[in-house]
């Protein structure tokens, strides 16, 4: 005969059953929420990803990008995450708006530091170097006490690759071109390159194919001998 369980824990609580913490995922679960074990963590976790959760979330992406850390910004696992967007469109709404705003915010990092420049300090001998203050007309200035006003410093610098990212995201010209195997069999599949019409990619891939056929039939003529 089996002895009934102590409804009362050593602390003299109630002791908690199944059914006391359901998941969003509608599963139930008896893990105590003050327990610290990373798998207890985990189901915590999913327990609840309210609107003001939503918020730190979004709020974090827009900032980051990082879905991941979002997440955790937000105190919840990515499945729960995941399991939102499923069911409430307005958050997937807003969510794909905040990365889309970060993804404005690289683009513009990436044209300032590639086609506007950025000032970078100049050092000589472990010291700022110093330079002279010019007017408009190019001539240097004077200080307070009639001397040569100077100021620290600095050499405008660009990104070469940076400017190449920005040139091919504005202008699909600079974007890489996918170049046309000549063994691709006259089945294969021909994926036009950037800055190629639809029309100049079939015409570009049925010269491909006869120089293909050509290279074959070559091929067998000097495998018999001919």
């Known amino acids: 005969m089996s002895e009934n369980k ?4 050593k602390a003299g609580k109630p002791r ?7 998941s969003s995922t509608g599963k ?13 963590k985990m189901q915590q976790s ?10 730190r979330y979004i709020e974090c992406l827009r900032a980051t990008g990082l879905k991941g850390r979002a997440a955790e910004f937000a105190g919840v696992c990515r499945q729960a995450v995941q399991n ?6 307005e958050f997937v709404e807003a969510a794909d708006d905040a990365l889309e705003a970060y993804r404005d915010v690289v683009a513009a990092e990436v044209k300032r530091r590639g086609v506007d420049g950025w000032l ?4 000589h001998r472990g010291q700022r170097a110093m330079e002279l203050v010019l007017d408009e007309d190019g001539k240097p200035t004077l200080n307070k006490d009639g001397e040569p006003a100077l100021k620290p410093s600095s050499i405008l610098k660009f990104s070469d690759r940076l400017v190449e990212l920005e040139a091919k995201r504005v202008d699909p010209s600079y974007r890489d071109k996918n170049t046309i195997d000549l063994g691709t069999t006259l089945s294969g ?5 950037a800055g190629m019409t639809p029309e100049e990619a079939v015409a570009e891939g049925e010269k491909a194919n006869e120089v293909a056929r050509k290279a074959r039939e070559n091929q067998a003529k000097e495998e018999k001998g001919e």
């Open 6 to 9: 102590n409804p009362l824990t």
């Open 120 to 123: 970078e300090p100049v050092y």
């Open 84 to 89: 939102h967007r499923e069911n409430d469109p």
């Open 46 to 55: 999913r327990l609840k990803f309210d609107d003001d959760q939503k918020e």
């Open 189 to 193: 599949v021909l994926v036009a390159p």
């Open 28 to 40: 139930v679960s008896n893990v105590r929420a003050d327990q610290t074990n990373w798998r207890r």
């Open 16 to 22: 908690k059953t199944k059914g006391d913490y359901p």
